[in-house]
């Protein structure tokens, strides 16, 4: 089957995509003079950046966009009224300066919310020169006390002096360009050479590809700002590098053939990595998204790149990489990092997402415009929260937004299948997803970081990655279910599917007394490599991480390990005043088919012999909503209410949000089961959360092994919305546990005809039909039709062949990936999948 040109695209590694940025690059090289085009190409980039941030006088005539100009006019009004009543060492009320980067960067972002109010049109501060000139002397100001001398600034947070503040100072030059032409030219040149040489991570004053500080967002956020910077100053070189060093962000990451070292972007399985080895779709990759999709904009009308080619690269992220992740307007937990911990997250993270998508279907062409259109109103029409696009940062893009809405012709779609499963093993995630639910899984190994905390933020983050999941019902408002509120109310050691000791952990800011560990002399400063790797995101220390996928149904499985620090702790590497704690063990599979996620552990315990508590669920609800919990004992006999119980099933509801739960407990020790009213504040994840108390009725089933208790086995299952009448039916039903070890994991659904495993060991594992040589993933399922169709995947990444037998009757190939070889063995058939370099993406083949 051919391969169509935007398919190529949308996978384009890294190697091809830099060759597009070749001309880009001789341009940069070519003397002024001798780019002709590039005066009138300047003069487009400014317009068009002008036009995102202000909006047009078409744009802003529409009543859609009244309240986004509403926001801007009050927000600068407020902005002038700080400024007016500053006090010593300050440009604006409350903000002081001398010591606080973050003061600083507040104090340009408030200039610059200053200038964009006196250009855009149609606003009541629009063509105030005198106005204008105030900001430019508040920027002047600021540089010659604060900002231009370079052996005084740098303190604080590098990506303040890098990133923040040179988008406010680049943004606002560009707003006001012919003002501070006009009135004090210097300022111009004054800034960008203090922007260049504050990029100290970067290469004599410029992006450094090389550099750990200039990768994904922060790359694309540095090529930017520098872009903006050649319109303003009319350096068609410096345009020309920027957009060569952006470009790098839009190539598929390969992690066979690495450009520059770099792990941080997109990977043909849809996940997005940032800081080298954190899942960090719904926060880095929303903010990458915005920002090559404001570049796409900006460059419309220019000759320096087709966007086309762009265009269709960042479709393919949408579909495969951001679709999966939103649940009725919710940006799941599993892909946010630190920012899981923030007040705002969720349904405002899916709105900067589909502002991006607005604006990328305005772009597109033929169905795939039609199909970026007909996702924004499905998102609209799905949202448990309305969205307000006033929250948009384009007013033209708010205009945009209506447009869809009102088109009848666009039928509202979603750009994911009805029923799907997806492996991001690239990141360590998993997404299974059917009408009524999703569920949502958080992995961790030696190629990707357990949790990330940085800043004071994810204060206790320890096991986010150990397994932890979140299973999204339909219909509820997700802010009910999880967001700040779950990390705030819910015990960091009982989020739902983790293993964790019984032991009480101290955050950082209590173990050291700052935001980070300070020990410079071996290495430790707030944003050194140590300090990556041993406190804010360390990775774990197994290999076996990942699963298979075969059509809408899914297989994943790990093996728990402790992360880097313990393991570098413990080997005599790290100071012996930095903390690090020991995990608990487990051997893990998620088996997800459509009606229930079975979850088999084995090998669970702790080796130093502390008590372990295994939770199956963890769910929060208002102190009023009426919850009931019912269910049956294994003798019969009814359960209700909380304590530990021999239960064959339970049944957790809300019928304030008209959700439920239920849970089979197909083997294993009694589960115990708690309810209790928890009040805590907000700020016992985040430092800089409001102290707003949280008071939640907090809903667990866990299974619980005292100190010195052997390691031990469990198997049960979560049926989403499951009905009493259902769950007195399901023992006994139709999925059976063929195998349960530390070595092979293995269930059959009779109902779906699919046979499951995960094996974890060498040697040979065989259940029903099905042998597995070796570590694997592997699905099997029979059609009514007699075709057999297999899924293989390698969650360790090590295996250069995976071989699987099928026993019974020999068959014939009717389909095969590229890497499968299937012959006749005696009393069966041989599967072979290569699976070198395919970095845990599952291979496939049907046969008859």
Known sequence: MPVSRRAVLSTIPAASLLALAGPLRARAATPPQRVAAAPAEHAVLLGNTVAIFAGTAGSNARPEVAGKLAAIDSTARARLD?????????????????????NLNTSFQYLYDIALATRVPGGSLDGDTALRRRVIDGLGWLHERYYGDQSAGYYGNW????????????????????????YRPELVGSFVASMDAYLRNGKDGDVDLDSRFHTGANLADIATNRILQGAVLGDDARISKALADQLTVFATIDPYAL??????????DGSFIQHASVAYTGSYGRNLLARVVQTIKILQGTGYVQGADLVDVVRGWVVDGFAPLIFEGWMMEIVKGRAVSRTATGYADVAGVLEAVVDLSGHATGADAQALAGYVKFVRQTSRAALNPSTFVSPVSIARYADILAD?????????PERRSVAFNAMDRTVHRRPGYAFALARSSDRISKYEYMSGENLTPWFQGDGAYYLYLAGQDQTQAYGVDYFTTVSPYRLAGVTAPVEHRHTVPELYGTAWYDNPALGFTSSSESQNTYVYFPRGT??????????????????????????????????????AYRNAVATKSWFLFDDEIVVLAAGVGDLAGRAVSTTVDSRIAEESDPVTVTGRLRDGRSFTGTGTAPLAWLRYANAAAQTSVGYAFLSGPPPT???????????????????TMVRKRVFAVSVEQAAGAPLGSLAYALLPNASEQRLRAYPGGPVVVLANSTRFQAVRHAGLGLVAANAFAPGRHAADRLVVDGPASVLLRQARDRTVAVAIADPTTDRDTVSVTLRGRRLRVVSADDGIRVRRIPGGTRIEARTRQTYGRSLRVTLR
């Open 82 to 102: 700080a400024l007016a009543g500053a006090g010593p060492g300050e440009l604006f009320r409350g903000v002081p300066l001398g010591t606080s980067d973050p």
């Open 408 to 416: 009848a012709t666009i039928p509202a779609a979603d750009l994911n």
């Open 259 to 268: 450009e520059h070292g770099v792990t941080d972007g997109y990977y043909a």
């Open 542 to 579: 197994n290999r076996f991480s990942g699963g298979a996928t075969l059509g809408s149904y899914g297989a994943a499985g790990l093996v728990q390990s402790d992360d880097a620090a313990y393991a570098a702790k413990r080997a005599g590497r790290l100071p012996d005043d930095f903390v």
């Open 159 to 182: 990506h303040h002096w890098e990133i923040g503040i040179s988008n406010h100072v680049s943004r606002t030059l560009v707003l006001l360009a012919a003002d501070v032409a006009a």
């Open 673 to 691: 089961v708690t309810a209790e009213v928890v009040t805590r504040s907000r700020r016992v994840v985040r430092t800089a959360n409001p102290d």
